[in-house]
């Protein structure tokens, strides 16, 4: 939570809380951030209580692969991702494979015979660059050992660059229903300041693409933000998008994360730091232009133009379900025990081929730790948060919330608590305001 709570104009921007895809800066979810948390040690055989294990079923059940491999490295990016020249020798595609089917035999093990899946997500790093035979081996393994249930969704992220007709084609043969492509913006100059490789019309072509080889659920990110970002660059980004007929999109503010390039460009004094004003006019101009075309927010982050079309796999994060992370620096969650992969490729295929859990740490939350993380995710739903969530000064601090725009008079006295416009651009600091 970046930002205290003030009412001037700066105003902080909500998904500085959580990132791309649900993956978020803390851990929270499945997302790889550069730095683990640190925690208790993980058993080797990668047990869990048999409190956790009985929580099994009550929620939707994900996985959650992580692919952490790229072909460059985009200036913004903190999360767990190699290049080749990273890499070297110590681990590849296929050492990274073999360890993935050794995780997911281990996880149906510790789970005892886990519930099948729900929804499963192929993140990164990126996935594409496995190629419709790696992603399609990477499904399989899926199913193998732990299985999809009737219906499940199945994503995968994909940058624009590594796609095809003939990739789309293949993976939605194997049983794929959704792809997430990552645009960042449709102005070229705001690409090269992200050091993303793709041309300005590739990601809508691969939208289109992906749509044709019969994907009825297609989305794409943009970052709004961007050092050089002006608002007609922002305006032609989303005009882009709508022009692709993608059913979802997810926009997020440009974070500046320590230790990346773009944070040493920044310090350099070679380009500005975003502005927290114009983040917020961003998002603002974001929200009407989707709104406009029929796509509603269900997350502060994330608009859909249907309900089948958001995005369950996240939906399941926000709602505190449970989720096996699979892969190097993966995030797992079961029954209120949270544990983490260690990071490097090389490290997490030589403990699995050891017969070892890959995981280097984990913690077990406490009904406070639970109820503070239901706040943090649940405000940020359009479906809004229970009131009985909250202690006696958090109902007080909702009810002046009313009082100061940004909850739902309503939607309160109805019990939930659920955002306003004005809501969402400061969710971060109407948290700190619920957990006194």
Same mark, same amino acid.
């Given at each position: 939570m970046a930002s205290a709570w003030h009412g001037s104009r700066t105003r902080s921007i909500a998904n500085r809380m959580v990132g791309r895809d649900g993956q978020s800066a803390g851990g929270i979810v499945a997302g790889m951030p550069s730095a683990l948390p640190v925690a208790d040690?993980? $058993?080797? /055989?990668?047990?869990?209580? /048999?409190?956790?294990?009985?929580?099994?079923?009550?929620?939707?059940?994900?996985?959650?692969?992580?692919?952490?491999?790229?072909?460059?490295?985009?200036?913004?990016?903190?999360?767990?991702?190699?290049? $080749?020249?990273?890499?070297?020798?110590?681990?590849? $595609? @296929?050492?990274?494979?073999?360890?993935?089917?050794?995780?997911? @035999?281990? @996880?149906?093990?510790?789970?005892?015979?886990?519930?099948?899946?729900?929804?499963?997500?192929?993140?990164?790093?990126?996935?594409?660059?496995?190629?419709a035979d790696g992603l399609g081996a990477v499904l399989d393994a899926v199913r193998a050992h732990i299985g999809l249930a009737p219906g499940a969704e199945v994503t995968t992220e994909a940058n624009p660059e590594s796609t095809s007709a003939a990739l789309f084609a293949g993976i939605r043969a194997t049983g794929y229903t959704r792809v997430s492509l990552g645009m960042q913006s449709a102005a070229a100059h705001v690409l090269a300041v992200l050091d993303r490789r793709h041309t300005a019309g590739r990601p809508v072509a691969a939208a289109r693409e992906a749509l044709a080889a019969g994907f009825d659920h297609v989305s794409l990110d943009l970052i709004y933000g961007t050092p050089?970002?002006? $608002?007609?660059?922002?305006?032609a980004s989303l005009d882009?998008?709508?022009?692709?007929?993608?059913?979802?999109?997810?926009?997020?503010?440009?974070?500046?994360?320590?230790?990346? @390039?773009?944070?040493?460009?920044?310090?350099?004094?070679?380009?500005?730091?975003?502005?927290?004003?114009?983040?917020?006019?961003?998002?603002?101009?974001?929200?009407?232009?989707?709104?406009?075309?029929?796509?509603?927010?269900?997350?502060?982050?994330?608009?859909?133009?249907?309900?089948?079309?958001?995005?369950?796999?996240?939906?399941?994060?926000?709602?505190?379900?449970?989720?096996?992370?699979?892969?190097?620096?993966?995030h797992s969650h079961v029954g209120g025990v949270r544990w983490w992969n260690v990071k490097h490729p090389a490290s997490y295929s030589a403990a699995l081929a050891a017969g070892r859990s890959p995981a280097a740490g984990r913690e077990t939350l406490t009904a406070e730790d639970r109820r503070t993380e239901r706040v943090l995710l649940e405000i940020r739903l359009a479906e809004g948060l229970p009131v009985d969530v909250l202690d006696e000064a958090g109902r007080v601090e909702a009810a002046n919330a009313v009082a100061d725009g940004l909850l739902v008079d309503q939607a309160l006295a109805g019990g939930r608590c659920v955002l306003t416009d004005r809501g969402r651009l400061l969710a971060d600091a109407l948290v700190r305001r619920l957990l006194p």
């Amino acid at each position: 939570m970046a930002s205290a709570w003030h009412g001037s104009r700066t105003r902080s921007i909500a998904n500085r809380m959580v990132g791309r895809d649900g993956q978020s800066a803390g851990g929270i979810v499945a997302g790889m951030p550069s730095a683990l948390p640190v925690a208790d040690k993980a $058993p080797a /055989d990668g047990s869990l209580p /048999d409190a956790a294990l009985r929580e099994l079923g009550a929620r939707p059940f994900g996985v959650y692969v992580h692919v952490p491999f790229c072909a460059v490295r985009c200036g913004y990016c903190d999360f767990n991702t190699y290049t $080749p020249g990273e890499l070297g020798s110590s681990a590849s $595609p @296929a050492t990274w494979l073999d360890g993935l089917r050794r995780e997911l @035999a281990l @996880a149906a093990e510790v789970l005892g015979g886990p519930p099948a899946a729900d929804t499963v997500f192929v993140g990164g790093g990126t996935p594409s660059l496995l190629g419709a035979d790696g992603l399609g081996a990477v499904l399989d393994a899926v199913r193998a050992h732990i299985g999809l249930a009737p219906g499940a969704e199945v994503t995968t992220e994909a940058n624009p660059e590594s796609t095809s007709a003939a990739l789309f084609a293949g993976i939605r043969a194997t049983g794929y229903t959704r792809v997430s492509l990552g645009m960042q913006s449709a102005a070229a100059h705001v690409l090269a300041v992200l050091d993303r490789r793709h041309t300005a019309g590739r990601p809508v072509a691969a939208a289109r693409e992906a749509l044709a080889a019969g994907f009825d659920h297609v989305s794409l990110d943009l970052i709004y933000g961007t050092p050089g970002e002006r $608002p007609a660059d922002l305006r032609a980004s989303l005009d882009a998008v709508l022009d692709a007929g993608v059913d979802h999109v997810s926009a997020y503010a440009l974070i500046v994360e320590d230790g990346t @390039a773009l944070a040493r460009r920044i310090g350099r004094g070679e380009v500005p730091a975003p502005d927290d004003d114009v983040l917020a006019d961003s998002y603002e101009t974001v929200d009407l232009a989707l709104r406009s075309a029929g796509l509603r927010w269900y997350e502060v982050s994330n608009w859909a133009s249907s309900a089948q079309a958001r995005c369950r796999h996240n939906l399941g994060y926000w709602r505190g379900g449970h989720w096996w992370g699979a892969g190097p620096g993966a995030h797992s969650h079961v029954g209120g025990v949270r544990w983490w992969n260690v990071k490097h490729p090389a490290s997490y295929s030589a403990a699995l081929a050891a017969g070892r859990s890959p995981a280097a740490g984990r913690e077990t939350l406490t009904a406070e730790d639970r109820r503070t993380e239901r706040v943090l995710l649940e405000i940020r739903l359009a479906e809004g948060l229970p009131v009985d969530v909250l202690d006696e000064a958090g109902r007080v601090e909702a009810a002046n919330a009313v009082a100061d725009g940004l909850l739902v008079d309503q939607a309160l006295a109805g019990g939930r608590c659920v955002l306003t416009d004005r809501g969402r651009l400061l969710a971060d600091a109407l948290v700190r305001r619920l957990l006194p």
